[in-house]
């Protein structure tokens, strides 16, 4: 059974700002993206970051959608039996992928849990060896670690099979945990180069892009670590708690969501990585979620909740002024998936 997005473009608008939101936003400011893909329910649209307008151009027969960052492919979760239940506990899970620019479509095969590269056209996922027996929020069943390339359909296998979670590119690397050792993290590019890296996988909280940095967190706040010259510095965010938030692709810039001590608000922080400097770039939020960059590193967005509903906004931002505008109006159950 072949399920692909409908690439037909639909005519559309979204609905303007509803009548109990706040007032107008500012005109966002001409930047390198021109548009941002997000998903609205079972639909992919496409909102235009100067006229702050949306169009739908397609639909998807699962919400379990990832997009690359820096292509225009997507990949998509769906069961391969037509199971019903949730996404998130497929027994017979399949992957696919589309290029919503030309239309070619992918049929990667059983997999889940896909983990695009933030530089490049790959993607690493999770192979099951059989069918998943799963109960609740939990599967059991051994499964292997892909890497993929969507362009030239080559797959490569990292490991034996094993139980595996995908945490993070670093540069060439695949960082993952290993549920038989919970007491390190580890760093694969190919079955015969595995590295054990000294760190709790529920520590890490990202990797660079150009493999050089991570960001560990723990009871004493969170930390830089560079794995050139094995230094490690405190990142100066108080007592907050780093929430979502992402790195730049040309790895000089963190934005993180930083959570107060009560962890009922979010304010957004740009951080200055070779520098150390550190940004508040907005004050309390509801809540920051899907941070992304363009893939020149100048500017990013995040989506934040409309006072206390379910609805979120898009909020652009530059890095020359560490500014951040609302952009268009407000989005039912939006998943933002790249700036383009």
């Excluded at 051994?142 to 080559?154: A, L, N, R, S």
Aim: aromatic content about 4%; overall charge negative; some cysteine.
């Amino acid at each position: 059974m072949l399920l692909v997005v409908v690439l037909a473009v639909v005519g559309v608008s979204i609905a303007l700002r509803d009548s109990d939101s706040d007032s107008a936003p500012q005109r966002a400011p001409q930047v390198t993206a021109s548009s941002a893909l997000y998903l609205d329910g079972d639909t992919l649209s496409r909102l235009d970051l100067d006229s702050g307008t949306a169009r739908a151009i397609g639909r998807t027969p699962t919400s379990d959608v990832h997009a690359s960052e820096s292509s225009p492919w997507v990949v998509y979760v769906v069961s391969g039996d037509g199971e019903e239940g949730s996404e998130d506990f497929l027994a017979a899970p399949v992957l696919r992928a589309i290029n919503i620019e030309t239309g070619a479509t992918t049929d990667i095969g059983p997999g889940f849990n896909p983990l695009w590269h933030p530089t490049e056209t790959r993607l690493a996922y999770l192979k099951p060896i059989v069918r998943r027996q799963c109960s609740g929020e939990q599967c059991e069943g051994f499964i292997e670690i892909i890497v993929h390339d969507p362009e030239t359909g080559d797959s490569t296998v990292l490991t034996e099979p094993g139980r595996f979670n995908l945490l993070a590119w670093s540069g060439e690397r695949l960082l993952a945990a290993d549920e038989t050792d919970l007491a390190v993290t580890l760093s694969l590019r190919s079955k015969d180069d595995v590295e054990r890296l000294d760190l709790e996988p529920s520590e890490l909280w990202a990797a660079s892009p150009d493999g050089r940095w991570l960001v560990r967190t723990g009871s004493d706040g969170a930390t830089l670590v560079d794995l050139d010259g094995g230094s490690e510095r405190n990142l100066p965010i108080g007592d907050g708690i780093l929430a979502d938030g992402t790195w730049s692709p040309d790895s000089k810039h963190i934005v993180a969501g930083v959570l107060n001590q009560a962890r009922i608000k979010t304010s957004a922080l740009l951080i200055d990585v070779p520098d150390g400097d550190v940004q508040e770039i907005t004050g309390e939020l509801p809540g920051i979620l899907d941070v992304t960059w363009t893939s020149d590193g100048d500017q990013f967005a995040f989506l934040t909740f409309v006072n206390r509903s379910n609805r979120t906004e898009l909020n652009l931002c530059s890095i020359a002024n560490a500014r951040c505008q609302v952009v268009g109006a407000p989005l039912q159950r939006a998943i933002l998936l790249r700036l383009e």
